[in-house]
C-alpha cells in the first residue's frame, strides 16, 4: 500500500474496498456524504488505546499513577463520558470544562481545576462540586479560595502550580513553564515559598502537592527529569510535606513524518527516575495532546482553486482556520491525503487555503498532491486536538460536527452546528 504517512493516522486506517481512505473501518468519502465537511472524525479504538497505553505504562514504571486527561485538548459528553469509563481524571480549566464534567457525572473525586484566573463564580462552583484538587496558580486566587471555602465551612485540598524556570523548547506561545510566564509562583523568584508560607497561614486550603507545566507539546525528555528534581527539592527545602506531584502534560505527537517524539514509555521512565524510593508520592500525569490527537483526522471538501504561474497554486477547502486556528496560531505543520484518490500519484504542488477571509488562513504549504478537482476529500490526520476545541464561528460559519467511528460504524457525538445556533443567543 502506497502510504507513506498511515503512522500520522489513527490505528484503524486502511484502503476500503474501492480504493478510499477508510478509518475505523468507515469509508471516509461516504463518512462525507453522509455527514458533510468539514467533518472531525475520532476513531474510538486509536482514543481508547491511548488511554490505556498512558495508564499501563506509568503504572508498570511508577504503579501510584493517575492519568489525568486534559480536557482543554477536546472534551464534550460523550468524550467525558469515554474517559470516565477508561478510568482517567480530568483536568479542567473552566466553569465551562467543569459543567460538561458535572453533567456527564464525571466523579468529582478525579477532577482537577486549572488555570491562571478562576473567578469566584468558578472556585464555589468547584467547591460545591466538591472538586478533588483546585491547582492554586497565584495569590489572589489562595486567598478568594480560602474565603470561599471557609463560608462553605470546608477545607479544600490544593496542589500548588510552581514554575522551575526550565525551557522545554516548544513555540513561545505554549512555554509555560519559565520565569517569564503568566502561570504559576517561581520558585527562582521565591514567590513559591512566600506563596507555602501564606497557605500555612490560612485555615481553609491546604497543600497536599505540587503541579508544574512546562509547556506544550515536549519532544525533550530532559527537561522532565530537571523540572522534576527542582519541584521535589523545592518541597524539601522548604519542608513542605507533599502526597502528590504533577509534572503536567505536553507529551508529544507526530503531526509530520519527520517528527519523532518520545514514546510514552521514554516519558514514563524520564519523569518517574526521578522518585525511586518514594513511592508514598501519587504520580499525576495530565496529557491531552497525546490521548486524543492522533485519534482524530478532519475531512474537508475541495473547492475552488487559483494558480499564480511561477509563484504558487492555492487550492480552497470548505473549513480553515476556524475549525483549526494551529496553522495560523503557531504555525503548525500537517500533511494531508486526498481520501477518494488513495491509490493516485503525486503530480502537484499546492497550498491548500481555507475559506475564512484572511490571508493567513492556510492550512498547508507547498504540499505535493495527486491532480487535484472540486469535489475531492482532503484528510488531515492528528487533527484530534486542539483543533476542534479551539474552533470559532468567525465568518459566522458554523462549526463542523464531530463523528465517532468503530467497526465500520459511525456516531455522531457532536452535531454540526446551524446558522440558527449561532443566532440563538442575539437579541434584537
Ligand atoms: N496540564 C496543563 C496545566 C496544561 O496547561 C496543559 C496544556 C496540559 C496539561 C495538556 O497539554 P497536552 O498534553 O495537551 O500537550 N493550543 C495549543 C496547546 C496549548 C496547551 C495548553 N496547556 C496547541 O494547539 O498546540
Redesign the pocket.
Known sequence: MNFPNIELFPYNTGISPNGNLSIGGCDVSDLAREHGTPLYILDEVTLREKCREFVNTFRDYYPNTRVVY?S??FINLALANLFNEEGLGL?V?SGGELAVAQKANFPSDMIYF?GNNKSADELSMAVDYNIHRV?IDNFHEMTLLDSIAKEKHIVQDVLL?VSPGIDPHT?V??T?GVLDSK?GFSIQTGQALQAVEMARGLSNVRIVGL?F?L????FELEPYTKAMEIVLNFAEESNLDISEISP?????IAYTRDQTPPAVKEYAEAITSTLKGRDNLQLII??????I?RSGIAIYSIGSSKDIPGIRKYVSVDGGMGDN??PA??Q?EYEAVIANKMGSDVAEKVSIAGKFCESGDILLRDVMFPLLEAGDILAIPAAG???P??ASNYNMVPRPAVVMVKDGKSRVIRRRETYDDMMIYDLV
Open positions: 486534559a482543554k485538548a483536568d480549566v486549572h491547582v502550580r513555540h506561545y505554549t509555560t502561570f503541579h507545566h509547556g506544550s507539546p515536549v503536567g502534560g505536553g507529551f508529544a495530565e496529557p491531552g495532546r497525546s490521548i490527537g486556528i494551529r496560531l503557531y503548525a486536538a486542539y483543533a476545541s479551539m
